[in-house]
């Protein structure tokens, strides 16, 4: 396998992310301010002044944004779901692209083409949705034999509200539709913050040389290992790495793969560096109330403490707890999200254990604010 660091930004994934903050009101600044918050003092003066001047330049985009018309298909298409995750930044935008996105091309007009063709070639053969998530939607092919449920049953299975699940229902029924509709939007937007995004690229130099570096010595597997609470399974495929513009400090690995697509693709945030561990376990009063939240609910206790001393999958779980595999994998997912666990890929299944430090964190969190003398 190799790593490609790409050094030209996704117009069309850029659009979306950029309309996605502009509609759910999430600036540049805020983000910028929770990064130097959480992990200012790792930074040194270079790099936090490099951070600033990136910022100021895509506020620009965000000036353009507050010139738009209102138009209520911006909700429904860029306005972030309510799931019960914190970390899950997902809408219909998103979904409908980043499922079938190859950010190998960067043109506007090419990349649609490529989204619709590749989502026409998916969706004109049977499938299985295996998860939903703010990477997209994860297909598999049935294997030979295998019962294939409706698309209802299917959707019916995810963590999902209803209008979501029907949102996910039309689009796939009719993708040629609902995707010409959402590019009404963006093409206009595109063409405007273009030329940001084109300044913003001269400052990030610095940033593609220094990943580049990176992967010349280190695996993604080192990486998400070191920066996240997962672990994965090295395989042969190659991984290309887009250097996100607008979604500043997010990072997005795509583990699932496509048969037209025999690659991986990692988002990694213009903010993000080496010197920044991203922890999934927060500790604001917030975070630390919907932590405890999740280990008050007695599937997902009964979940860590089966996985307290040795790693299991969602199949053995759900033989033993006498869940459906769909119930564990929703409450397994949330507990990663929360890193109260950490999965590593074994072969063809996902094998969880508790992240005991993590847990014990938490604990002594909660003991020194409630019984601090």
């Given at each position: 396998?190799?790593?490609?660091?790409?050094?030209?930004?996704?117009?069309?994934?850029?659009?979306?992310?950029?309309?996605?903050?502009?509609?759910?009101?999430?600036?540049?600044?805020?983000?910028?301010?929770?990064?130097?918050?959480?992990?200012?003092?790792?930074?040194?003066?270079?790099?936090?002044?490099?951070?600033?001047?990136?910022?100021?330049?895509?506020?620009?985009?965000?000036?353009?944004?507050?010139?738009?018309?209102?138009?209520?298909?911006?909700?429904?298409?860029?306005?972030?779901?309510?799931?019960?995750?914190?970390?899950?930044?997902?809408?219909?935008?998103?979904?409908?692209?980043?499922?079938?996105?190859?950010?190998?091309?960067?043109?506007?007009?090419?990349?649609?083409?490529?989204?619709?063709?590749?989502?026409?070639?998916?969706?004109?053969?049977?499938?299985?949705?295996?998860n939903i998530n703010s990477g997209g939607i994860s297909f598999r092919t049935p294997?030979?034999?295998?019962?294939?449920?409706?698309?209802?049953?299917?959707?019916?299975?995810?963590?999902?509200?209803?209008?979501?699940?029907?949102?996910?229902?039309?689009?796939?029924?009719?993708?040629?539709?609902?995707?010409?509709?959402?590019?009404?939007?963006?093409?206009?937007?595109?063409?405007?913050?273009?030329?940001?995004?084109?300044?913003?690229?001269?400052?990030?130099?610095?940033?593609?040389?220094?990943?580049?570096?990176?992967?010349?010595?280190?695996?993604?597997q080192d990486l998400l290992e070191n920066v996240t609470n997962q672990t994965i399974?090295?395989?042969?495929?190659?991984?290309?790495?887009?250097?996100?513009?607008?979604?500043?400090?997010?990072?997005?690995?795509?583990?699932?793969?496509?048969?037209?697509?025999?690659?991986?693709?990692?988002?990694?945030?213009?903010?993000?560096?080496?010197?920044?561990?991203?922890?999934?376990?927060?500790?604001?009063?917030?975070?630390?109330?919907?932590?405890?939240?999740?280990?008050?609910?007695?599937?997902?206790?009964?979940?860590?403490?089966?996985?307290?001393?040795?790693?299991?999958?969602?199949?053995?779980?759900?033989?033993?707890?006498?869940?459906?595999?769909?119930?564990?994998?929703?409450?397994?997912?949330?507990?990663?999200?929360?890193?109260?666990?950490?999965?590593?890929?074994?072969?063809?299944?996902?094998?969880?254990?508790?992240?005991?430090?993590?847990?014990?964190?938490?604990l002594d969190t909660v003991k020194s604010m409630l019984l601090a003398e």
């Amino acid at each position: 396998m190799a790593n490609y660091v790409l050094r030209r930004p996704v117009l069309l994934y850029e659009t979306i992310e950029t309309l996605y903050q502009w509609t759910n009101d999430i600036s540049v600044e805020r983000r910028k301010a929770d990064l130097f918050r959480k992990y200012g003092a790792h930074l040194n003066g270079e790099e936090r002044q490099r951070m600033e001047k990136i910022c100021q330049e895509l506020q620009k985009v965000y000036d353009i944004c507050d010139q738009l018309p209102e138009d209520p298909a911006m909700q429904y298409y860029f306005g972030k779901w309510e799931t019960e995750s914190q970390w899950q930044n997902i809408c219909l935008a998103k979904l409908m692209v980043y499922s079938f996105l190859d950010i190998r091309i960067t043109d506007f007009e090419d990349s649609l083409r490529q989204t619709l063709a590749s989502a026409e070639a998916r969706l004109s053969r049977p499938f299985l949705i295996t998860n939903i998530n703010s990477g997209g939607i994860s297909f598999r092919t049935p294997a030979e034999g295998e019962t294939v449920p409706s698309l209802i049953d299917q959707l019916e299975q995810l963590a999902l509200g209803e209008q979501y699940c029907w949102r996910i229902y039309k689009l796939l029924k009719d993708f040629p539709k609902a995707l010409q509709e959402m590019a009404s939007l963006l093409k206009p937007v595109a063409q405007q913050i273009a030329p940001v995004l084109e300044r913003v690229c001269s400052l990030t130099e610095k940033t593609y040389n220094n990943w580049s570096q990176y992967f010349s010595d280190h695996s993604i597997q080192d990486l998400l290992e070191n920066v996240t609470n997962q672990t994965i399974r090295e395989d042969s495929l190659d991984v290309y790495i887009n250097i996100s513009l607008m979604a500043v400090s997010d990072i997005l690995f795509t583990y699932d793969t496509q048969e037209e697509k025999p690659f991986h693709q990692l988002y990694l945030g213009v903010l993000l560096s080496l010197n920044i561990h991203l922890e999934r376990l927060q500790t604001t009063e917030e975070s630390i109330c919907s932590l405890l939240r999740v280990l008050g609910d007695r599937s997902k206790f009964e979940i860590m403490r089966r996985i307290s001393h040795s790693s299991t999958y969602c199949q053995a779980l759900s033989r033993e707890m006498g869940l459906t595999t769909a119930t564990i994998s929703r409450h397994m997912s949330l507990l990663l999200d929360a890193g109260l666990v950490r999965a590593q890929r074994k072969e063809n299944r996902i094998y969880y254990v508790l992240e005991r430090r993590a847990l014990s964190s938490l604990l002594d969190t909660v003991k020194s604010m409630l019984l601090a003398e």
